[in-house]
Nanobody
Framework: QVQLVESGGGSVQAGESLRLSCAAS????????MGWFRQAAGEERECVAG???????YYTDSVKGRFSISRDNARNTLALQMNSLKPEDTAVYYC??????????????????WGQGTQVTVSS
């Protein structure tokens, strides 16, 4: 069992930055592939970024060049650095873990554990 706790959300102006963090419990963090998902009101949950257990990364097109995902296996933490934020980035952001550690899946159904979510609001 893995527990995930996100932090770092908030309200910012367009163009500003936020850094989300996800703290994981247990001693198996390094074996999981991790993902950051977001869900805007009335929208489906989408994968924003992912990182495999061997540090391969994935970004959805809309955040490439602006967001950066990283993991620290020694501290059991996952981060998402979000720069040049846009109003369309407004959503609840979730971190998620999958035991399929070598594969970065963009499908929420492939993830075994989820955090509670943190709100990011970007105003113009």
């Amino acid at each position: 069992q893995v527990q995930l706790v996100e932090s770092g959300g908030g309200s910012v102006q367009a163009g500003e930055s936020l850094r989300l963090s996800c703290a994981a419990s247990g001693n198996t963090f390094s074996t999981y592939a991790m993902g950051w998902f977001r869900q805007a009101a009335g929208e489906e949950r989408e994968c924003v970024a992912g990182v495999s257990r061997i540090n391969k990364t994935y970004y959805t097109d809309s955040v490439k060049g602006r967001f950066s995902i990283s993991r620290d296996n020694a501290r059991n933490t996952l981060a998402l650095q979000m720069n040049s934020l846009k109003p369309e980035d407004t959503a609840v952001y979730y971190c998620a873990a999958t035991s399929h550690g070598l594969v970065i899946s963009i499908a929420p159904s492939q993830y075994d554990y989820w955090g509670q979510g943190t709100q990011v609001t970007v105003s113009s």
